[in-house]
């Protein structure tokens, strides 16, 4: 079955000090990945994806995601990190293969807390 | 450019009551996707329409639930009779291109569900 995992409920990391959260994914194939990210009382915003080529993805707000193959991970990351930073961070992945590969498969989600 | 809309942003019902969600598409997107969020669990996918058709239906939890999309521009989801397990957040997401190229899908701010 398909499936995404985050493995840390919760990050927490010191302003200005990198960060990393983690993925890691159980998908067939080659999927499209995503990172998704809900600031406190707003919808899911769109961050970053991978479809194909470099393994570093770079998105918005200076993020970047690293794709592994090998690991069947995808980390996000970001060198430095800001208060404004803190929320909740869904990975996600879709089937590229399967004929109606519509649905989007998210993990429960990893909540950053950013302290300055 | 508007992004994905949802009304209303919270609703509190009674066990056994209706209830009736709305979704506004970013103009121009053909596919709409509904999903949900229970219980601080992963966000699932219900159901996936292409224009006014039901691309994919296989995350809706039972009959109770029934989304349409006539004329293929806003989604409603009414939930009938409501159950108190049906609380939750619902979100909607939007794209372009729908299961080619890694299309992504933007999502609107949710709306709260809570059944009494």
């Known amino acids: 079955a398909q499936s995404v995992a985050q493995p840390e409920d919760q990050v927490n990391v010191a302003e200005g000090n990198p960060l990393t959260v983690k993925c890691t994914y159980s998908?067939?194939?080659?999927?499209?990945l995503f990172w998704y990210v809900q600031y406190p009382n707003r919808g899911l915003q769109f961050l970053l994806k991978?479809?194909?080529?470099?393994?570093l993805v770079k998105g918005s707000y200076g993020f970047e995601a690293e794709f592994n193959k090998s690991q069947t991970s995808f980390h996000l990351k970001k060198p430095s990190a800001l208060v404004s930073d803190s929320a909740l961070y869904f990975c996600?992945?879709?089937?590229?293969?399967?004929?109606?590969?519509?649905?989007?498969?998210f993990g429960s989600g990893t909540r950053l807390s950013i302290r300055p | 450019e508007a992004g994905v809309t949802q009304f209303p942003s919270h609703s509190v019902i009674e066990k056994g009551q209706t209830v009736t969600l709305r979704c506004d598409p970013i103009?121009?997107?053909?596919?709409l996707y509904w999903y949900r969020r229970v219980m601080g669990k992963e966000i699932k996918f219900l159901l996936h329409?292409?224009?006014?058709?039901?691309?994919?239906e296989s995350g809706m939890p039972n009959n109770r639930f029934l989304a349409e999309r006539t004329g293929g521009t806003y989604s409603t989801l009414k939930v009938q009779p409501a159950e108190l397990e049906d609380s939750g957040v619902y979100f909607c997401?939007?794209?372009?291109?729908?299961?080619?190229?890694?299309?992504?899908?933007?999502f609107g701010p949710g709306t709260r569900l809570t059944v009494l």
């Open positions: 991978y479809i194909t080529g470099d393994n």
């Open positions: 996600a992945v879709r089937d590229r293969y399967e004929s109606s590969a519509s649905k989007i498969i």
């Open positions: 103009s121009g997107h053909d596919n």
């Open positions: 998908v067939s194939g080659n999927p499209y």
């Open positions: 329409f292409v224009k006014e058709s039901k691309q994919d």
């Open positions: 997401a939007s794209s372009q291109w729908g299961t080619s190229s890694g299309d992504t899908q933007y």
